[in-house]
């Protein structure tokens, strides 16, 4: 299984981001897909998840109506779209797959990294000030 994270990059607070991960896992669409970031020295923190089928989504609050999560089961692929970056945004993102947690969508416990079975090697997001 990999999970290839990209996008990243250095941008202004303000700018916008599109990250996205490419993902071999098969069948991709049944598989519920998230971001998660980290900072050095902090613990991994969810941002966003999304279900197999793309019909629900949950997101930390820190970025709600700003970062938009989005799939395409016929490319394998999940987008972060993130828009008004701010510098508290800067960190490394991680994309995570798992097969069992659609019905975990509306549970806090679904935030908790080791909920997750699949990890990507992450993209840096860095957002001057």
């Known amino acids: 299984v990999q999970l290839q994270a990209s996008g990243g990059g250095l941008v202004q607070a303000g700018d916008s981001l599109r990250l996205a991960c490419a993902a071999s896992?098969?069948?991709?669409?049944?598989?519920?897909m998230a971001w998660f970031r980290q900072v050095p020295g902090k613990e991994r923190e969810f941002v966003a998840t999304?279900?197999?089928?793309?019909?629900?989504?949950r997101y930390v609050d820190s970025v709600k109506g700003r970062f938009t999560i989005s799939r395409d089961n016929a490319e394998n692929t999940v987008h972060l779209q993130m828009n008004g970056l701010k510098p508290e945004d800067t960190a490394i993102y991680y994309c995570?797959?798992?097969?069992?947690?659609?019905?975990?969508?509306?549970?806090?416990?679904?935030?908790?990294?080791?909920?997750?079975?699949?990890w990507g090697q992450g993209t840096q997001v860095t957002v001057s000030s």
């Open positions: 999304i279900t197999s089928n793309g019909d629900n989504t």
């Open positions: 896992i098969r069948p991709f669409s049944l598989y519920t």
């Open positions: 995570a797959a798992d097969r069992t947690l659609d019905r975990e969508i509306r549970h806090q416990g679904i935030e908790r990294p080791r909920q997750w079975d699949y």
